[in-house]
T-cell receptor
Framework: GNSVTQMEGPVTLSEEAFLTINCTYT??????LFWYVQYPGEGLQLLLK?????DKGSNKGFEATYRKETTSFHLEKGSVQVSDSAVYFC?????????????FGSGTRLSIRP | NAGVTQTPKFQVLKTGQSMTLQCAQD?????MSWYRQDPGMGLRLIHY???????DQGEVPNGYNVSRSTTEDFPLRLLSAAPSQTSVYFC?????????????FGEGSRLTVL
């Protein structure tokens, strides 16, 4: 079945450091890929997405590229801020499938030191 | 902008008690769902609905009931609470039952069963 694997957290970085959070997936067909973010005390919200191979999703300085050859969708940011401290979830969805088929990874907690 | 509203935010129950977690959305979304979030396990789908009068089971439905009498509301009922149901519960909705991947989440309800 479909699945998503994320790097274990927590990840702790200093402000302005470069961020990478690894995500790999297993899926049949051609899934859409997503990163969701959960700020403290809040629900998840969509950060970015990519719907086909080689697409790059971007938002708020974060980027992720859909790599079909390595089945990966790593999240990157060039210079993190304290306000980026949150839990990040990688997710996938079979294109055209029910919203009930969205599969989430286990989440990676990110903490940024001033 | 209300979005997805969950109540209560916090609840403590004793084993065997019953309760209902409320979820309401004002975006006229067809699709609504309930997830539970447990440490290291990401989000797991409990029940979902693709429209008023239609519900179905997700990955972990045992111990929970749902109904969908209106488009706006999707309550989650625990008939006889157990300590294993201690978790954070999220309601989420989407524009259509066929997923674009963008789920809109409530702020969560933290439930403790003693």
């Amino acid at each position: 079945g479909n699945s998503v694997t994320q790097m274990e957290g927590p990840v702790t970085l200093s402000e302005e450091a470069f961020l990478t959070i690894n995500c790999t997936y297993t899926a049949t067909g051609y899934p859409s890929l997503f990163w969701y973010v959960q700020y403290p005390g809040e629900g998840l919200q969509l950060l970015l997405k990519a719907t086909k191979a080689d697409d790059k999703g971007s938002n708020k300085g974060f980027e992720a590229t859909y790599r079909k050859e390595t089945t990966s969708f790593h999240l990157e940011k060039g210079s993190v801020q304290v306000s980026d401290s949150a839990v990040y979830f990688c997710a996938l969805s079979d294109q055209g499938s029910s919203a009930s088929k969205i599969i989430f990874g286990s989440g990676t907690r990110l903490s940024i030191r001033p | 902008n209300a979005g997805v509203t969950q109540t209560p935010k916090f609840q403590v129950l004793k084993t065997g008690q019953s309760m209902t977690l409320q979820c309401a959305q004002d975006m006229n979304h067809e699709y609504m769902s309930w997830y539970r979030q447990d440490p290291g396990m990401g989000l797991r789908l409990i029940h979902y609905s693709v429209g008023a009068g239609i519900t179905d089971q997700g990955e972990v439905p045992n111990g929970y009931n749902v109904s969908r009498s209106t488009t706006e509301d999707f309550p989650l009922r625990l008939l006889s609470a157990a300590p294993s149901q201690t978790s954070v519960y999220f309601c989420a909705s989407s524009y259509a039952s066929v997923g674009t991947g963008e789920l809109f989440f409530g702020e969560g309800s933290r439930l403790t069963v003693l």
